[in-house]
């Protein structure tokens, strides 16, 4: 036979697929996943049972951590010294284990996630309580089975004599599982078992009457909703963990927040680190100092504020943006029936409960083979002291020991088990004392066996037994909760205050799209004028406003989208710099463009609480090309989000021409590209939400569109219109008389027709309300900019052709004008 002739064909995905089944099931069943009896993982049940089986119990002295982790892995655990060193130390972590099982003695580690010695330096013994996981295993309680090289027996599972698993908690990552479970008081979790016991059918909203909660080592305030109750019925859940807190006062009127509970896993080092770098950064304002003042007394971390700052505001910040508040997500998963399970609270309580009923179960059958052996040996020690003499002559006449032990068991009818108790006898029990000693202890031991058999044959004895066990650990080991539930998830409000320093800066956008925020002392070294910012060649700044740093700006573009972009978050730059793209700071369509900019107050955003819903306050008018009107409170303008918004629904063909602010009951002016006009009261178009497509606010010509729309009050100033020739005029505001809306309006300019006649132009770009004299800057088809002022434009009436302001060259047009934006500070 070949060599190739001995091996058979084999597809790789069954062999892969094979090993890693067997593969994944010895780690969901024999590492990370914990057994829903004894709250254990293999490797803790094998430490604790090594330390026991080596007599390394709380009543005699420390032990090397090497010698225990040595008897494990040459026992029970061949998987390396380290994992088995990292369940120990686990096992002796206060911060970790709300009792600990392991009583270290050395350096085991710290909160700051500061490593522990290594093992030939530290030293352990079971603590008091992990005592009370091993307690009667010596009394076939539990299942043994063969270790690893079948040298030795090791337990399946731990008597555990109070319900570790929830206690404790535990947290496991294996193949396809996971589990996290929290720890728990150990009163209220000993009461949950006896109500279980008391009354089987309890329900989840009962038992939580009982087990408020996770009750964790570190402390804290846990804010759950409805998240405890979801993982007490379904083993899945999630509550926030928030540090204990405090503000204290100082001397010079600063004052400091001390953080004394932070939450469960939490490293210390991070944490302080977390929020002294907030510090460094200047993401947050008005943090002074840091300091981590933990020691022998406890935790206590310190935040030293400055003078004059929002305590209270800087802590929300901190419990938003460090892990000074946490979500801890249950995933409450354990092996029941060599397979593991998502349980929930009474599911895990009913296990435990059912495997106390063997514990108890085995260990009175173990006492009562004992006690009912010692009480067959009592009875024929009674019997042959009432038949000493006859007794001694028979043993004196005997040949041996066994012959001895033959000849009672003949003579006197003893069994082998008595005659050998009566051989081994010793002298001084022949006394009346020690036999009136036997006679009480028989008594006594046939009185424990009736109370064994009747625990055995009792279902109820048997609860009562448990009952009774656990209340004595309970008074025992009971300590009062650390943390403190709280009902409801508080919602985190941080002002922006507290993140941002207020400051007044100049924001500017050009026209071709470039944005930038400067300081005031940028812009006064600079000159303190707008004509020496910087923009790139051919580009003009559209909009110039003096704003706060803690202000928002929404922006408007023209197919009826806009963008709530807060100033701070806008890029700083000196005032001859560029800027910045718009698409760099806003996801700004292609084909989009902004309108209009319209700046407002962060107060002014706010929802509204007396019911008003925005009825009363700043408004925002909605303009489109086709003569459609939309007014809106400027409240609903609110939003978190930094993406495109529907702002104003536009049809088809139409598109937003302008976004006004009107914070008064004014009266709106639309001038159309064929000079018409209308002017009529805002209160005309009724207030929309924020998606509706508005009213009809002029009749539109064949042809015509609107081009520029105003705001206007009373009678005061001039309307001036500007052709895209470059002819302009101005007529008094007096000359448009409030008209309805909807109507076709009023001629506001005659264009000049015939051959020989030189045209003043075909439409109109662009319309103002002049109150005082301004720059208007005229941008043409080319790019080409040209400034004029205001008052050079004549005064006309409402029919006037107006008169050249700007030359345009043959061939071009102008586009769009603005007014010249004044570089005021805020």
Known sequence: MSLLEQFLPAFLEEVVGDRFGRYSKYIIQDRAIPDVRDGLKPVQRRILYAMYDSGNTPDKPYRKSAKTVGDVMGNYHPHGDAPIYEGMVRMAQPWKMAHMLVDGHGNWGSMDDDPPAAMRYTEARLSVIAMELLRDIEKRTVLF?????????????????????????????????????????????IDACIAIMNKPELTVPELMEIVKGPDFPTGGLIMAGDGIREAYETGKGKIYIRSKTAIEEMRGGKQQIVITEIPYQIVKSRLVNAIDSLRMEKKVEGI????????????????????????????????????????????????????????????????????????????????????????????????????????????????????????????????????????????????????????????????????????????????????????????KFGIDRRSVIQGEVED??????????????IVTLSREGYVKRTSLLSFTRSGGELGSAGVKEGDVIRWSLGVSTLDPLLLFTQKGYYYLLPVHQIPEFKWKDTGTAIVNVLPLAKDDRI????????????????????????????????????????ADYATSRNMAIAACKVSDGDEIVKVLRSDAAEDLLLVTEQGMSIRFNREEASVQGRVAGGVRGIVLKDGDEVTDALTVAEDEGEILVLTDYGYAKRT????????????????????????RVRPNGTKLIAAFHIKESVALLAVTASGAVSEFSSESSPIEERRGQGKLMTAVDRGDTLTEAFIKPLSTQP
Do not use: C
Not at 319 to 336: C, G, H, P, S
Not at 745 to 752: A, D, M, N, V, Y
């Open 145 to 189: 089975k063969d270790n690893f090289d079948n040298t030795t027996k090791e337990p399946v599972v731990l008597p555990a004599r109070y319900p570790n698993l929830l206690v404790n908690g535990v947290t496991g990552i294996s193949a396809g599982f996971a589990t996290e479970i929290p720890p728990h008081n150990l009163r209220e979790i």
């Open 288 to 475: 002074a100092e840091v300091r981590d003042e933990s020691g022998r007394n406890g935790l206590r971390i310190v935040v030293e504020l400055k003078k004059d700052v929002d305590a209270e505001g800087i802590l929300a910040y901190l419990l938003k943006k460090t892990d000074l508040q946490t979500t801890y997500n249950f995933n409450m998963v354990a092996i029941v029936n060599k397979a593991p399970r998502q349980l929930g609270i009474k599911q895990i309580l009913d296990a435990y409960v059912e495997h106390q009923k063997e514990v108890v179960t085995h260990r009175t059958k173990y006492d009562l083979e004992k006690a009912e052996d010692r009480a067959h040996v009592l009875e024929g020690l009674v019997k042959a002291l009432n038949l000493l003499d006859q007794i001694i002559e028979t043993i004196k006449a005997s040949k041996n020991r066994l012959d001895a032990q033959n000849n009672l068991v003949a003579k006197f009818g003893f069994t082998e088990r008595q005659a050998d108790a009566i051989l081994t006898l010793q002298l001084y029990r022949l006394t009346n004392l020690e036999i009136n000693q036997l006679e009480k202890e028989l008594g006594e031991t046939q009185k424990k066996i009736a109370q064994l058999r009747a625990i055995l044959e009792s279902p109820r004895k048997l609860l009562n037994v448990i009952k009774d066990e656990l209340t004595e650990i309970r008074g």
């Open 492 to 505: 985190i409000k941080v002002n922006l205050e507290v993140m941002v320093p207020a400051e007044d800066v």
């Open 595 to 634: 309108v209009s900019i319209v700046h407002a107050k962060s107060a002014e955003l706010a929802p509204a609480t007396d019911g008003s819903e925005g009825v009363e306050g700043p408004m925002l008018v909605f303009v489109t090309k086709r003569g459609q009107v939309k007014r809106t409170a400027l």
């Open 732 to 755: 008094l505001l007096l000359d448009y008389p409030q008209q309805g809306r909807g109507g076709k309006g009023i001629q506001t300019f005659e264009f000049k027709e015939g051959k």
